[in-house]
């Protein structure tokens, strides 16, 4: 009997603790998970090139990011090691003042007019 009586007390020593708050009704709280994209959209990255290594590169780079063409970096960096940097930056800047949809064609055919107008 004894040992009957102590186990009733175990009971009843921890019933208190269980009474309190049920394991069934505890409930985790609720949250909503972002994607690291989501996250990152954010904030603005700056991409920096360990590749360029001369100044005409970055003023090919320059000018992709300008006209909206990073498709055609190369051929602005060609443009920017074999054109004078003045004819360059009057193109540019015609480009930059206007209003046009595709920017890099107008910035080639300004480009020729320069080049044209130079040679005459």
């Known amino acids: 009997m004894s040992k009957s009586k102590s186990s009733n007390q175990a009971i009843s020593l921890f019933s208190e603790f269980e009474d309190a708050k049920p394991a069934q009704e505890r409930k985790r709280q609720q949250t909503e998970f972002t994607s690291t994209k989501d996250l990152l959209v954010k904030y603005q990255v700056n991409e920096t090139n360990k590749h360029i290594s ?12 300008a006209l909206a063409d990073k498709r055609h970096t190369s051929l602005y960096i060609k443009l920017a090691k074999t054109v ?37």
């Open 84 to 120: 004078s940097r003045g004819l360059l930056e009057r193109a540019l800047s015609f480009v930059t003042d206007s209003t046009a949809d595709n920017k890099a064609k107008l910035f080639m055919w300004k480009l020729e007019q320069l080049k044209k107008a130079k040679s005459t």
């Open 54 to 65: 001369h100044e005409f590169q970055s003023f090919g780079c320059h000018l992709a990011e």
